[in-house]
């Protein structure tokens, strides 16, 4: 029998082949194996006679072949194959391109079993096209009348994969529960034995979801515990303690161009509180683009030098970074502030109304002496050259949601082993709902209002090129108004990929069509680290009308004479990333207009309607996660790294509450979670691991 541990070499039946493509694919011990969930299940339990098949609905028949054959094309290497099977009620087409093999795997007479959607071709009427398909056998019947279908992996075929899951289950040994039963009792979830069945072997389809849901439950409990114990990790090495200094406080707010708006006073109140404790400081502030985020970091560091100690702000990109060092300056300059910006290009100290370009020796030697501003991107922070003293450390512009989180679990570690306290900020609004279940201890700020005089972004959504025409003459008008303008576009160089604008394309198409006699500059991610610096400079000193550049502005830029953002081929991004690109205009109190170019007219274009609508990131998001549904919407997908494997965040709230309540509680019985050895050393793996990276 075999257990839950063992390596697939202990599986008997598997062929060498087999193996080998397993082991390629990384999958070497049997739980590997069971932790790949299906797809979805393909119910032959609910078989549709053929008369019966709805047009456009996704079925399953049972069907004799009546007849197979290769149709003529005109076009070389263009392979058609037709066709026609029969149960005991009619008969269907089903059409297969380009499968020349399908002659040799199946002939006239066989029984099988067909799922797809039925649609009206054009030519050959009802029918199939390249559907699934299976032999009608013994096994299949045998193997009961649900089948899961694996997301397939290199050369796996689904019929090996599952062939592969039927003979380890057969044999499978019952495996222990990896939670203590009593709490998976009060959960109301299966025993992790029975969930493997649920998911790999279903009876009914009821139970493939509630087998799914277990697999979500265990990595969403665990999820937490990590987060929980890397808290108590952190609070047990002890923060520095920043004395807040209360005349240079108030002396600071006075001293600021512009009056904070009442969140941006919370938010540095609340982080200026949180960082007088002795435990380290976990604060996420969440504000939509263009609310003010910077200066209530600028504030926050400059308690901090106050205090006598270092601080870090790190940024996504660098053309960010070198935005943020003269931002900082700019703010902390009269308090004699230095300011030390750190990138793999550049080093420049800002001290003294001087700026000195230091030597990368120079640069570590300044960080090692302390009482600095060290701002770099998020490659900043390594331990060789972590300021001694650091206090502080804030990261900006985290707008993938699951980074965040993996901070939120990282401990930056002196060299004193204090743990400086740690501010994160985000211009993608977590929705509620979700923010609620996952941010476990992470106390968040929102700055929700905007700064005063600010007016809502216009936003339009137009299509091909006569929305073209309108946006250029909004950005003719505004360049008359001295104002600027932004461009985006999908690609750098031309292509054909489906009528895609490139940035090199436009600009050369534009200087000399509908922008003659502008202005016009690009910013893309090929250029090297000094072009993106000068394309970035001339635009902010307004010698350029015109930037034209990919999504490498769509984070942090901060140009308020912008006031046109035009964003080519819109349909292709997502709404909350077109929301942060509208999020580079509307930075002062002058009318701004963003225009959303799309390729064509198709329905695909409703989804975007709602930027149209509204301006507040938060309902945005809340869009964004009903329409595309899964974790991609966070980032959890694109990070890679997600430890959420099984989670689908718009589907589990139900059952994201309940793991983090169970965590919670555990916690607070048996906070080094010594009655649950198991448990704890699979929350520790998770919490390194995040930590690792
Ligand atoms: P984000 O939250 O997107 O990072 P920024 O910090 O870049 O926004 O701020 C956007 C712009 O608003 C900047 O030009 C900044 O100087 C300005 N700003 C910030 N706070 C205020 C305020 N309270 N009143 C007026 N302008 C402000
Ligand atoms: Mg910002």
Redesign the pocket.
């Known amino acids: 029998m075999l257990t839950w541990t063992d390596p697939l070499s202990y599986v008997h039946g598997l062929t060498p082949q087999q193996r080998r493509v397993l082991k390629k694919l990384d999958v070497e011990t049997v739980s590997e194996l069971l932790s790949i969930l299906p797809r979805r299940y393909d119910d032959y339990s609910n078989i549709f006679p053929i008369v019966n098949i709805p047009i456009g609905e996704s079925v399953t028949i049972k069907c004799r072949i009546k007849d197979l054959k290769k149709l003529p094309t005109f076009r070389k290497r263009f392979v058609i194959i037709r066709g026609v099977v029969e149960d005991d009620t009619g008969s269907i087409v089903i059409t297969w391109f380009n499968q020349p093999w399908m002659l040799q795997q199946l002939k006239i007479g066989d029984e099988i079993f067909v799922s797809g959607t039925v649609r009206q071709h054009p030519k050959f009427g009802r029918g199939f096209t390249s559907p699934i398909w299976e032999p009608a056998t013994e096994e299949t019947l045998a193997a009961g009348n649900i089948a899961p279908v694996y997301p397939l992996m290199g050369q796996v075929t689904q019929k090996t994969l599952r062939k592969i899951m039927k003979i380890v289950l057969d044999d499978l040994d019952e495996i222990l529960d990896p939670l203590p039963k009593g709490l998976v009792r009060s959960a109301h979830q299966p025993d992790f034995f029975e969930a493997i069945k649920f998911v790999h072997k279903p009876e009914i389809i009821e139970h493939t979801e509630t087998g799914r849901q277990r697999f979500v439950f265990n990595e969403v409990l665990l999820y937490q515990l990590a987060m929980r114990m890397a808290k108590n990790l952190a609070d047990q090495g002890g923060a520095p303690k920043i004395k807040f200094d209360e005349n240079f406080a108030k002396k600071f707010t006075k001293g600021l161009p512009?009056?904070?708006?009442p969140d941006?006073k919370r938010a540095v109140w609340a982080a200026a509180q949180d960082m007088e404790k002795e435990k380290p400081m976990r604060r996420l502030v969440q504000?939509d683009?263009?609310?003010?985020?910077?200066?209530v970091a600028a504030f926050c560091v400059a308690l901090v030098h106050r205090a006598g100690f270092s601080a870090a702000l790190m940024a996504p990109t660098e053309i960010l970074a070198k935005q943020h060092a003269i931002t900082l300056q700019r703010f902390l300059g009269a308090y004699h502030i230095p300011v030390l910006l750190m990138t793999s290009s550049t080093r420049i100290l800002f001290e003294n109304g001087e700026e000195t370009k230091l030597k990368l020796s120079e640069a570590k030697q300044r960080l090692k002496q302390g009482r600095v501003v060290a701002v770099g991107t998020h490659a900043l922070i390594q331990p060789e050259q972590c300021p001694p003293d650091l206090g502080l450390a804030v990261v900006d512009e985290q707008h993938r949601f699951g980074v965040a989180q993996r901070e939120a679990l990282t401990v930056i570690q002196r060299p004193d082993s204090l743990v400086p306290h740690l501010l994160s900020m985000t211009?993608t609004p977590i929705p509620r709902s979700l923010a609620l279940t996952f941010l476990g201890d992470l106390d968040v700020s929102i700055?929700k209002t905007k700064?005063?005089g600010r007016k809502p972004i216009k936003t339009n959504l137009l299509v091909g090129d006569s929305g073209r025409k309108m946006a250029y003459q909004a950005i003719r008008n505004a360049i008359i108004r001295k104002e600027q303008a932004f461009i985006v576009c999908p690609l750098i160089d031309p292509s054909d990929k489906l009528g895609m604008r490139s940035v090199e394309e436009e600009k050369k198409r534009l200087s000399f069509g509908e922008l003659r006699g502008l202005k016009l500059s690009t910013l893309h991610g090929k250029m090297g680290a000094a072009e993106k610096d000068v394309a970035m400079n001339e635009f902010k000193d307004g010698k350029a009308d015109v930037l034209i550049a990919t999504t490498v502005v769509e984070v942090?830029v901060?140009i308020?004479n912008a006031t046109i953002m035009c964003i080519e081929s819109a349909e292709r991004f997502g709404l909350a990333q077109l929301h942060q690109l509208r999020?580079r205009i509307g930075?002062s109190d002058k009318d701004c207009s963003c225009f959303l170019i799309a390729t064509d007219d198709s329905v695909a274009l409703n989804r975007l309607r709602v930027l149209e609508q509204t301006n507040d990131g938060f309902i945005i998001a809340e869009e964004d996660l009903k329409i595309r549904g899964q974790g991609n919407v966070l980032g959890l997908q694109q990070s890679g790294k997600s430890p959420f494997k099984y989670l689908r965040p718009a589907d589990d709230l139900q059952i994201m509450k309940l793991g983090r309540d169970l965590a919670l509680e555990l916690m607070e019985k048996d906070p080094e979670l010594a009655s649950v050895p198991i448990l704890r050393d699979m929350a520790n793996e998770i919490r390194q691991t995040a930590h690792g990276e």
Do not use: M, N, Y
């Open positions: 512009f009056e904070l708006t941006q504000g683009v263009g609310s003010g985020k910077t200066v211009a700055i700064p005063a942090g901060d308020p999020g930075r």
